[in-house]
T-cell receptor, first 116, second 115 residues
Framework: AQTVTQSQPEMSVQEAETVTLSCTYDTSESDYYLFWYKQPPSRQMILVIRQEAYKQQNATENRFSVNFQKAAKSFSLKISDSQLGDAAMYFCAYRRGQGGSEKLVFGKGTKLTVNP | DAGVTQSPTHLIKTRGQQVTLRCSPKSGHDTVSWYQQALGQGPQFIFQYYEEEERQRGNFPDRFSGHQFPNYSSELNVNALLLGDSALYLC??????????????FGDGTRLSIL
């Protein structure tokens, strides 16, 4: 069974600084997708960024970027120029790829605090 | 463009009761997945519905059942409620079909409290 591990229960960053959230996963499959979701106190799970395992290039979305190390099964999220609105729970998630189920497997999350 | 909507927002029940939660998928989506998120944990997959059938199920007892209607909306039913069923229940929709790997869009969830 696939597992996702987030080893940092809590992280904090100063406004305008950069922070990196860690995620490791375990799978025997070669075709899969990885995601970072943000969950603010409003509860809605918002997709931040997505990475296809077959792509070597790391995904970027504005201030958000990932460091995808397939051999190490590591998928970290870097937030640059942190803003107060970035404060939330961040979840790393895994999903099997083409033809597979669409079930998401989540980590336990990292609570990010942004200090003014 | 309406996103995923869930009702009710918050629900309080007592042990042994039954509950029904509802979800309307994002416009154009045909697949609905349900997740249970206990306090301080990541969401856990309950089951997924596509073409009105349960396509996959997570490690949840038969007390958890669901349904998908022809308009793609879905219900989650939980019978014989236990204190441990207290959680945030999230609905996610996507454009399904084998090979169509679309990201899932989530609703705001239903907070279920069992007394």
């Amino acid at each position: 069974a696939q597992t996702v591990t987030q080893s940092q229960p809590e992280m904090s960053v100063q406004e305008a600084e950069t922070v990196t959230l860690s995620c490791t996963y375990d799978t025997s499959e070669s075709d899969y997708y990885l995601f970072w979701y943000k969950q603010p106190p409003s509860r809605q799970m918002i997709l931040v960024i997505r990475q296809e395992a077959y792509k070597q290039q790391n995904a970027t979305e504005n201030r958000f970027s990932v460091n995808f190390q397939k051999a190490a099964k590591s998928f970290s999220l870097k937030i640059s120029d942190s803003q107060l609105g970035d404060a939330a729970m961040y979840f790393c998630a895994y999903r099997r790829g083409q033809g597979g189920s669409e079930k998401l497997v989540f980590g336990k999350g990292t609570k990010l605090t942004v200090n003014p | 463009d309406a996103g995923v909507t869930q009702s009710p927002t918050h629900l309080i029940k007592t042990r042994g009761q039954q509950v029904t939660l509802r979800c309307s998928p994002k416009s154009g989506h045909d697949t609905v997945s349900w997740y249970q998120q206990a306090l301080g944990q990541g969401p856990q997959f309950i089951f997924q519905y596509y073409e009105e059938e349960e396509r996959q199920r997570g490690n949840f007892p038969d007390r958890f059942s669901g349904h998908q209607f022809p308009n793609y909306s879905s219900e989650l039913n939980v019978n014989a409620l236990l204190l441990g069923d207290s959680a945030l229940y999230l609905c996610a929709s996507s454009l399904g079909g084998l090979g169509r790997n679309q990201p899932q869009h989530f609703g705001d969830g239903t907070r279920l409290s069992i007394l």
